[in-house]
């Protein structure tokens, strides 16, 4: 038994084929451990990319790849077949820092016309929920990569963030960190039809806020600095999947836009909650009575 921690990069593509949009994996990273959790070999393959034959704006931002680079990758196919190699013959677990880089995996892969299913993995772990159960942060907010690492005092130090085998060795010194063999049997799903399932399950945003799944604990925002009650200046709207709303914390003179994203998964909801920093200008010209109005909305 082997553990490969994998991550992916991609680049959002529109495809033809299928005529909507998708994620073309343009760059694949993993790090095999043994049982022991010694760290026994790496990976790291740069994909060129078929579908989308430039990058976009952001995913050139994020993981600071050209499209010269890409170039110089193997296409996804064969990118697939030399990974399989690489994995070997060896009963595998693969995790992942949620799991968005599967769902790619086997969205790809169907696009390729490699199949469905990706059978050189035969169980799966999300690494992040995994993660959250040890730190005891089960909370439906998932927990990015970079601040799991913060947490557990890991120091990220070179390493170059959002590229696939840093992430992955980042993500492998995260699961070392917190490994507990028998919890970690709880999380190890095999990668049966039923699992393929909940992959293939469309996972849909929630719109609108009376929905029952909106738990209403998350809307509320209280003051980052002071920890006080900051006052609600606008209705949550909602827009590009999130709701959103302004507060406002008249002792520390701050405001913020909170954003949260509600999705309705196989069988349970996951939560996202983003706080932007806003400026007072801002709000004057968001709200031009924000600075009157004494009635904090609700
Ligand atoms: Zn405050």
């Not at 110089?72 to 677990?93: H, M, R, Y």
């Not at 005891?136 to 959002?162: F, R």
């Not at 706080?275 to 968001?286: A, C």
């Given at each position: 038994?082997?553990?490969?921690?994998?991550?992916?990069?991609?680049?959002?593509?529109?495809?033809?084929?299928?005529?909507?949009?998708?994620?073309?994996?343009i760059?694949?990273?993993?790090?095999?451990?043994?049982?022991?959790?010694?760290?026994?070999?790496?990976?790291?393959?740069?994909?060129?990319?078929?579908?989308?034959?430039?990058?976009?704006?952001?995913?050139?931002?994020?993981?600071?790849?050209t499209?010269?680079?890409?170039e110089?990758?193997?296409t996804?196919?064969?990118?697939?077949?030399?990974f399989k190699?690489?994995?070997?013959?060896?009963?595998?677990?693969?995790?992942?820092?949620?799991?968005?880089?599967i769902?790619?995996?086997?969205?790809?892969?169907?696009?390729?016309?490699?199949?469905?299913?990706?059978?050189?993995?035969?169980?799966?772990?999300?690494?992040?929920k995994?993660?959250?159960?040890?730190?005891?942060?089960?909370?439906?907010?998932?927990?990015?990569?970079?601040?799991?690492?913060?947490?557990?005092?890991?120091?990220?130090?070179n390493?170059?963030?959002?590229?696939?085998?840093?992430d992955?060795?980042?993500?492998?010194?995260?699961?070392?960190?917190?490994?507990?063999?028998k919890?970690?049997?709880?999380?190890?799903?095999?990668?049966?039809?039923?699992?393929?399932?909940?992959?293939?399950?469309?996972?849909?945003?929630?719109?609108?806020?009376?929905?029952?799944l909106?738990?209403?604990?998350?809307l509320?925002?209280?003051?980052?600095?002071?920890?006080?009650?900051?006052?609600?200046?606008?209705?949550?709207?909602?827009?590009?999947?999130?709701?959103r709303?302004?507060?406002?914390?008249?002792?520390?003179?701050?405001?913020?836009?909170?954003?949260?994203?509600?999705?309705?998964?196989?069988?349970?909801t996951?939560?996202?909650?983003?706080?932007?920093?806003?400026?007072?200008?801002e709000?004057?010209?968001?709200?031009?009575?924000?600075?009157?109005?004494?009635?904090?909305?609700?």
């Amino acid at each position: 038994m082997q553990y490969v921690v994998l991550d992916l990069e991609w680049n959002n593509v529109y495809g033809k084929k299928i005529k909507s949009f998708f994620n073309e994996i343009i760059e694949i990273g993993a790090v095999k451990l043994d049982e022991q959790l010694n760290i026994c070999d790496e990976f790291s393959c740069l994909v060129k990319a078929q579908v989308g034959k430039k990058l976009r704006l952001n995913t050139r931002e994020i993981t600071h790849l050209t499209n010269e680079d890409l170039e110089n990758g193997v296409t996804f196919p064969k990118a697939i077949s030399i990974f399989k190699k690489w994995i070997g013959a060896e009963e595998t677990v693969a995790l992942s820092w949620g799991d968005g880089d599967i769902r790619t995996l086997i969205d790809n892969s169907k696009y390729f016309g490699l199949g469905d299913e990706v059978p050189y993995l035969q169980n799966y772990v999300d690494l992040q929920k995994y993660f959250q159960r040890m730190i005891k942060c089960e909370s439906k907010q998932q927990i990015g990569l970079k601040n799991a690492a913060g947490l557990v005092d890991i120091d990220v130090g070179n390493l170059s963030l959002h590229r696939a085998l840093d992430d992955s060795r980042l993500a492998a010194e995260c699961f070392r960190k917190i490994y507990d063999k028998k919890v970690l049997e709880e999380y190890i799903y095999k990668c049966d039809a039923d699992f393929y399932k909940r992959l293939r399950y469309k996972i849909k945003v929630i719109s609108f806020i009376k929905n029952p799944l909106v738990d209403k604990s998350y809307l509320k925002y209280k003051c980052e600095k002071c920890g006080g009650k900051a006052k609600q200046l606008t209705g949550w709207k909602y827009s590009n999947q999130y709701f959103r709303a302004n507060f406002y914390c008249p002792k520390c003179d701050h405001a913020v836009t909170v954003m949260v994203r509600f999705r309705k998964m196989y069988d349970s909801t996951e939560i996202k909650k983003v706080i932007k920093p806003l400026s007072i200008t801002e709000i004057k010209e968001q709200n031009p009575e924000s600075q009157e109005n004494d009635n904090g909305k609700v």
